[in-house]
């Protein structure tokens, strides 16, 4: 994800310094009372350090905890959900022509990009931000964000298939295992699983699913971390709540 230009010094904007009450309020954690009430009962943390009645912070660099968990500020970070349909790929762009995700997103007045992929014949859940170091906590494997999956797969599915993907399977590249695998339904040559994994290889559900015998016929994914895909009808968006977003953040540890 692309960084800003460095500025000069003397070219840096000041700081916008606003009331912590206000700013809470304005990030719709409550009205300016219940505000002025948090951080009266000692339980707003800013930048690492217990908030006091009348502090002023900068909204756009304040690093800051209610009960623990972070309240984004800064008006310009935008976070969103998109059900990602059949054969849309997952770039902002695509030199082919294809439909790729930007094509869905309508009128959004920041520029995000996709916190990770889905190949073109998958399906479901990607995150859209413009906040870069989440985006790269999100997707880098070792902060350990689990993402689940819904497959359909060649069935029947032996009870023996998800003790083999726990415990791990040798792949070209390397070996890999899920994280947990359920078998949700089964009728007759059709299957239904659910698996889920921190991995990010590329293809690598259906490359493991193949290499137990059983390739995947449709794959959705329904979830990354603590965010699920829910309701969200195909290729729509949705704004990231409150709690989704301080959620995320406690998945990556900030």
Do not use: W
Not at 42 to 60: F, I, Y
Not at 122 to 135: M, P, R, V
């Amino acid at each position: 994800m692309p960084h800003d230009e460095p500025v000069a010094r003397g070219d840096q904007p000041a700081p916008r310094v606003e009331r912590l009450q206000k700013v809470l309020a304005a990030a719709g954690v409550g009205s300016r009372r219940a505000c002025e009430d948090l951080i009266a009962r000692r339980r707003v943390t800013v930048d690492g350090r217990v908030a006091r009645l009348g502090d002023k912070v900068d909204p756009t660099t304040a690093v800051i905890h209610v009960d623990g968990e972070r309240v984004v500020t800064d008006t310009r970070l935008v976070y969103l959900a998109l059900n990602k349909p059949r054969g849309v790929v997952s770039t902002m762009a695509d030199e082919k022509g294809r439909t790729a995700v930007a094509d869905l997103l309508g009128r959004v007045d920041e520029r995000v990009y996709h916190v990770g992929r889905l190949d073109a014949d998958s399906e479901g859940l990607l995150l859209l931000t413009n906040d870069g170091t989440l985006a790269h906590r999100l997707m880098h494997p070792s902060f350990g964000v689990p993402k689940t999956y819904l497959c359909e797969v060649v069935g029947p599915v032996p009870r023996g298939v998800g003790r083999r993907l726990m415990a791990g399977v040798e792949l070209a590249d390397g070996p890999a295992r899920v994280d947990r695998f359920r078998l949700v339904d089964s009728l007759g040559r059709i299957a239904q699983v659910e698996l889920v994994l921190h991995e990010g290889r590329k293809h690598i559900v259906r490359r493991l699913m193949e290499e137990v015998g059983h390739p995947v016929l449709r794959l959705v994914r329904t979830a990354i971390g603590p965010v699920r895909l829910g309701d969200l009808r195909p290729g729509r968006t949705r704004v990231l709540s409150n709690a989704e977003i301080a959620a995320l953040f406690k998945a990556v540890g900030g």
